[in-house]
């Protein structure tokens, strides 16, 4: 019984392959990042990749929340709530205000990037001259890079949640609710990211695509670069493939055939055993 009700569970076996698909030459980024204790007025994300081109303040649908020291939202016109990062102006005062309030940032949306190895980063690179304005003023910079990984993951968001509703296979969003404190001067915050392409076939044949991904997070000394937060990311050239499979006809049928032939030898076993205990007491009667 229990074999003939396991022929009809769908079951899901895993494939480590070459990844030989001609997939698109960008890649999605969807991040959802707060950083504590930096304003929103100098945060800038920035990516480069191998061939060493490098986006400064990277465009896209990323959103810039400004947060008080406690990290709730504050309060600011319907005109500015929402408001992408880039199109943004200020003055060198509002930075002078944020940091002595302890303001801090949250940075949504997503972003694409050539599928090439390479990095985006939280830096205030962009604003370099505010920053040496700010110190013209005599107003000393604390770069504090205490922060939390609400969310990141790669390619679209639907096919992830879909992806997890049907297979609850691989890992795809390891990083999310991750916090570190770093409140020393000077430090470069490294995460190390390895992208593997993954498939997903159903039972219909129906395929998804996702990425699954695994990281490592190194602290160094930023010498005199402003202190950073790197993701670099490097994607496999394998690929993970997942396919749900009901077990073959001839598999289901060999089992429960090795089953009932199993049941025959046990019952010729006890008969056999049964048949030289009643023999060797009928021998004992006749003696006596």
């Known amino acids: 019984m229990f074999e003939f009700k396991n022929y009809f569970i769908i079951k899901t076996k895993s494939e480590l392959l070459i990844d030989n698909s001609k997939s698109s030459s960008s890649l999605r980024i969807n991040v959802d990042l707060t950083m504590h ?25 990323l959103i810039k929340r400004s ?12 005109s500015d709530v929402g408001k992408k990062h880039e199109e943004e102006k200020f003055t060198t005062e509002d930075v ?13 949306g997503s972003f694409e990037v050539m599928r090439l190895p390479g990095n985006f980063h ?9 920053l040496r304005e700010f110190r013209d003023k005599g107003q000393q910079i604390h770069f504090n890079l205490t922060h939390t990984i609400h969310h990141i993951s790669f390619e679209d968001e639907k ?16 990083m999310d609710g991750f916090y570190l404190v770093d ?63 009901y077990p073959g006809h001839f598999d289901g049928l060999i089992n429960i055939c090795a089953i009932v032939g199993g049941m025959f030898t046990i019952a010729g076993i006890i008969d056999s055993i049964l048949l030289r205990v009643f023999k060797s007491q009928r021998e004992v009667k006749g003696s006596v």
């Open 37 to 61: 204790r930096i304003p929103c007025y100098i945060l800038n994300m920035d990516i480069s990749d191998f061939t060493g081109a490098h986006t400064s303040n990277v465009k896209g649908t």
């Open 67 to 78: 947060l008080d020291k406690d990290g709730k939202m504050l309060k600011m016109d319907s």
């Open 96 to 108: 002078i205000k944020a940091f002595n309030e302890n303001q801090g940032c949250r940075l949504t």
């Open 122 to 130: 939280v830096a205030s690179h962009t604003f370099a001259p505010i």
């Open 159 to 174: 096919d992830i949640n879909l992806i997890r509703e049907k297979f609850n296979e691989g890992i795809m969003t390891p």
């Open 183 to 245: 409140d020393t001067q000077g430090t470069l915050l490294n995460y190390y990211i390895n992208i593997i392409p993954t498939e997903y076939e159903d039972i219909d044949g129906k395929t998804y695509h996702a990425f699954q991904f695994t990281y490592k997070q190194k602290k160094v000394d930023s010498g005199r670069m402003i202190p950073t937060i790197f993701f670099r990311y490097d994607i496999s050239p394998m690929k993970m493939k997942y396919t749900k499979y």
